[in-house]
T-cell receptor
Framework: AQSVTQPDIHITVSEGASLELRCNYSYGATPYLFWYVQSPGQGLQLLLKYFSGDTLVQGFKGFEAEFKRSQSSFNLRKPSVHWSDAAEYFCAVAKEGSGSQGNLIFGKGTKLSVKP | GAGVSQSPSNKVTEKGKDVELRCDPISGHTALYWYRQSLGQGLEFLIYFQGNSAPDKSGLPSDRFSAERTGGSVSTLTIQRTQQEDSAVYLC????????????FGPGTRLTVT
């Protein structure tokens, strides 16, 4: 069965430090991959997505993610974290199979805390 | 324009009662999804509507759960005979269509079953 693993439940980084959030997936074909952010009291918002083409994708707020097929990974990175980045981050893959495209399978999330 | 709206924002109900959760998608969006976010389970897909096609109900956890979408717009998720394990945040999302269109999520309904 398809799955998404986010091995880090909680990460704390200092403001200005670099960040990498890990995501591994299981999928038979070329996946559609997503990163969502959920800020306290707010809904899920799409950060970035990978469908095909360039394996390094850019999102808003300075985030980027790299698709590595050989490692089944889609890690999220940011070179310099801001205090406003504190939130929960979810990696997701679209469920394969005709008739169900668009249904997302989510990882359990990584909560990011930012130290001043 | 307005985003996805959900009502109520919070619902407390007694075990065994039925509840209805409402989702108003973004105007013009033909696809509508329901997800459940609970502690320990993360985000789970429940059901997917696309236009006039038969919905994909493969994520509904039991026959106590049902959903409908009237007129291709508003959707209602109904949970019958609620159980404590149904306590969760129920999220609705809509998009212009299936992939590659982006899903826009509503703020969710927090359901607490006592």
């Amino acid at each position: 069965a398809q799955s998404v693993t986010q091995p880090d439940i909680h990460i704390t980084v200092s403001e200005g430090a670099s960040l990498e959030l890990r995501c591994n997936y299981s999928y038979g074909a070329t996946p559609y991959l997503f990163w969502y952010v959920q800020s306290p009291g707010q809904g899920l918002q799409l950060l970035l997505k990978y469908f095909s083409g360039d394996t390094l994708v850019q999102g808003f707020k300075g985030f980027e993610a790299e698709f590595k097929r050989s490692q089944s990974s889609f890690n999220l990175r940011k070179p310099s974290v801001h205090w406003s980045d504190a939130a929960e981050y979810f990696c997701a893959v679209a469920k394969e199979g005709s008739g169900s495209q668009g249904n997302l399978i989510f990882g359990k999330g990584t909560k990011l805390s930012v130290k001043p | 324009g307005a985003g996805v709206s959900q009502s109520p924002s919070n619902k407390v109900t007694e075990k065994g009662k039925d509840v209805e959760l409402r989702c108003d998608p973004i105007s013009g969006h033909t696809a509508l999804y329901w997800y459940r976010q609970s502690l320990g389970q993360g985000l789970e897909f429940l059901i997917y509507f696309q236009g006039n096609s038969a919905p994909d109900k493969s994520g509904l956890p039991s026959d106590r759960f049902s959903a409908e979408r009237t007129g291709g717009s508003v959707s209602t998720l109904t949970i019958q005979r609620t159980q404590q394990e149904d306590s969760a945040v129920y999220l609705c999302a809509s998009s212009f269509g299936p992939l590659p269109y982006e899903q826009y999520f509503g703020p969710g309904t927090r359901l607490t079953v006592t």
